[in-house]
């Protein structure tokens, strides 16, 4: 029984002005320009008939609208049944409990609104959808529903199986598990493992042992330490003692200095003391020059004096009276040079007269051996009397000079021979004997050194008891059997250390694996070691056949969709023989006669001539795709109404033709109506 509309009732709203009440044959033809509602009513229609929500394939854009009316139906029940907007069912819900089911898209397939021939709900270069496809030739989507079904996961269709290992991406949900499941696995292993490990072997036993192990031995290494603290401290007393009883170094090196005193003071008085020889043999020069000199006076005495120049004083007297007449003239540089001339003359009468020449001696051999004497005693030749009298004064000089140093060297004498009686005492003292005076040097160096020496031992024993860091106690222990070792000290006390930070760490994590245990098995069980064990055992067990189930099921589902790439390929093979098919090729050729049937290829579909030449759909021109795609939508009508008429819905479907087409279509639609098809057409 065909399906078809017998009555059209729609209220105004939108572009529709007027109320229409239609009642609809065979072929029913609305005529309007644009804007008068004609897409309106075919909307109208669509929300009346059929499921227009989101999940109904349609995929048009309906407006909303608030007028009322109604489309009466025929073929769906014994009698006519009126539809509207809100009531349901509709026709496409009609058939669900069919066991032929309808498409989903049968809207897409009846009606054609505002020339939109498309069989797609996208814009799809072939204008027809796989899914389309699938639905009609290939088990009613048999594959596809498999695949969406949510108990096989896409992402198990990229994955793979290679040597016990499943590899994929994506969202695959047991994949995640599966992982889950082993970081589980492998975390509860862990916990055994560090279980069997720490546990059973007695590792805080162990390091117990060894901390206190090691502690003993310090302590011997400390006793050790405390006998060398009190042994440095009898050393440091001892030699402070032996250095307080030596003479202070300022001391030491003040008797040192003395003593190079005393030496220069007696160099001094040696020096002194020549030359106080040397000035005592020169008395005897003295008392002969003093003979010497009176002998020489009274050989010379005897010999009688010639006058003083009488010429001097003549021409001194002549000078002097020229000067006075220049002066009575007012010449005064004459009178000048006059003077200075008179004065000359009279300076040399003077002299000539106090200066008279020696006389010429009357004894010559008592003059030459005065002469001969003075040349052996002073080593120069004897001149005239003033030789003498000079060698006389220096004598007496000599003589004074004599005095001066017998004074000095009795004091200076007396002085050394006190300094040298308080060195030798002090010296002596310090070394509790007698010292000789060739020991003093000796004996001093001797001192200096001991008090290096000791000061030396003093400062490293304060320096070796201050690295010790330890106080002496004052006990008179016995020597300990582990002597004192700086080094084997450090390297034990690091030793010891580290096992009590392993200790430490150890005991922190047995706590941790406590916890871990209590979180991994709950708190039912007892918190002894024993149940813990046992009880992570059991989880582990749980775990492993977890994830051997995850793992079955994953590779069931890869296996799955192996299958299903495989049924595939069928259904490939069967969309071509669906397009192929007696009905689909029978509408092609009728609303598009230079083509005879449909192909779908890896490139899309195309059509087929007489030739069996291919043409992609994509790539004809409009009106011929608008053709193609009319005789797609008879044809897969006719497959879903299992070949019973029903009614076509068409606004403007012929826009995109030419004129002869359009007429040559007209003309198919009225033998389609002829067939036994309702046609609606809505045009200009």
Known sequence: MSIRIERVQVKPGGPLEQSIDWSCGDLTLAYGPNETGKS??????????????????????????????????????????????????????????????????????????????????SETADGIETDMLREFFSGEHLIESIRNNRALPKSAASASLESGTISGSGQWSDKGERERILAEIGSTQDLVDRFNDQVSHGAIAALSASRDQLAEQLEQLQAGRQYRANQLDSQLTSSTDQLEALPSTETIESVSADLRSLRRARATVETKQERQHELAGQRDDL???????????????????????????????????????????????????????????????????????????????????????????????????????????????????AEVLGEQLGVETAEIRHETDRIRRLLSGWKNEDVSEDEWDSHIESLRRERQQLDQRVRETRSELDRLGLSPDGKDAPSPETPWDPDHFQHLTEQHRQAV??????????????????????????????????????????????????????????????????????????IQDGLEGAVIRESIRLMCPRYVALRFTEDGLVVVDDDDDEFPVKDLSTGAREQVFLGSRLGFARLALDGHPAFLVLDDAFQHSDWSRREWLVQQVVTLVEAGWQVLYFTM
């Open 287 to 401: 008392e002969w020059t003093v003979s010497a000199l009176d002998h020489y006076d009274r050989i010379i005495s005897a010999r009688p004096e010639s006058s003083p120049s009488r010429g001097l004083a003549i021409a001194s007297a002549a000078v002097a009276a020229v000067a006075v007449v220049a002066g009575l003239f007012a010449q005064r540089l004459a009178l000048g040079l006059l003077a200075v001339v008179a004065g000359g003359l009279a300076a040399a009468h003077l002299w000539r007269t106090r200066n008279p020449p020696a006389p010429e001696p009357d004894d010559p051999v008592e003059l030459e051996r005065i002469a001969t004497e003075f040349q052996r005693r002073f080593h120069q030749p004897l001149g005239d009397r003033a030789s003498l009298e000079q060698k006389i004064e220096a004598l007496k000089k000599l003589g004074r000079e």
């Open 40 to 121: 309106y009513v075919v909307e109208f229609l669509v929300k009346c008939l059929f499921r227009t929500g989101a999940r109904s394939g349609s995929g048009w854009n309906l407006r909303d609208m608030g007028g009322g009316g109604g489309v009466t139906v025929s073929g769906l029940e014994d009698q006519p049944v009126k539809m509207s907007i809100s009531k349901r069912p509709k026709i496409d819900e009609t058939w669900d409990a069919d066991p032929r089911g309808l498409p989903q898209d049968l809207c897409r397939l009846l009606v054609v609104s505002q020339g939109n021939t498309r069989l797609s709900t």
């Open 501 to 574: 930070a392993d200790l430490d760490d150890e005991i922190h994590d047995q706590s941790q694996l406590l916890e871990e245990a209590h979180r991994s098995v709950g708190d039912t069980v007892d918190p002894d070691w024993e149940s813990l064990l046992a009880a992570l055992e059991h989880v582990l067990a749980d775990r492993r056949r977890d994830y051997r189930n995850v793992t079955a099921r994953m590779i069931a589902q890869v296996a799955v969709h192996r299958v299903l790439d495989d049924v595939a390929d069928e259904e490939a093979r069967m």
